[in-house]
């Protein structure tokens, strides 16, 4: 499936979804105390939707890579701080909602890690490197293979005996 717009990709919306999760435990009382534990949780939950975002914006699959990586690298810092917070007692009482933020970070990282290996093994360099000659030769290429496919098709109905059974 081809996304026009970020908002739309599964794990960008996993993404805002960790973060707008992050924020609410981060009212709590147990966040009141001096540090940046907070702004920092805080920060790295929101880099992680704001770097997938940005890398699908810039146009190219190399940048969209790096961005993914770093969105990969926050999940990471969301979960090390959510680990911290959890063995701490006085956080005792948000164990429930760590764990479950824990496993949606991770699910981001998941996520974002199998997109990165799709997009690394792709020749496609990105809608910037899109020109004319190459959307057509792209096009042309799309058209072929229809084409083969559906020749396959007539051959093998017209001798199935040639062809074995697609559960064999």
């Not at 914006?57 to 959510?82: D, H, K, V, W």
């Not at 792209?138 to 040639?162: K, L, M, N, S």
Request: glycine content about 4%.
């Amino acid at each position: 499936m081809k996304y026009e717009r970020f908002e739309d990709l599964p794990v960008w919306q996993a993404a805002i979804e960790l973060a707008v999760r992050v924020y609410d435990l981060t009212k709590d009382r147990f966040f009141d105390q001096p540090g940046d534990l907070r702004d920092q949780l805080r920060r790295s939950s929101l880099s992680v939707s704001n770097n997938i975002a940005e890398g699908f914006e810039r146009g190219s699959t190399a940048e969209l890579l790096a961005f993914l990586y770093i969105a990969r690298g926050s999940c990471g810092e969301t979960r090390s701080m959510l680990l911290f917070a959890e063995r701490l007692p006085e956080a005792a009482h948000l164990k429930s909602q760590i764990s479950d933020l824990k496993l949606l970070a991770e699910s981001c990282s998941r996520q974002i890690r199998a997109w990165a290996d799709n997009l690394q093994n792709s020749d496609i360099k990105g809608q910037r490197h899109l020109t004319d000659r190459s959307k057509r030769q792209y096009q042309g290429q799309q058209r072929a293979d229809v084409f083969t496919r559906h020749i396959d098709e007539i051959v093998h109905r017209a001798r199935p005996q040639d062809y074995p059974k697609q559960d064999e």
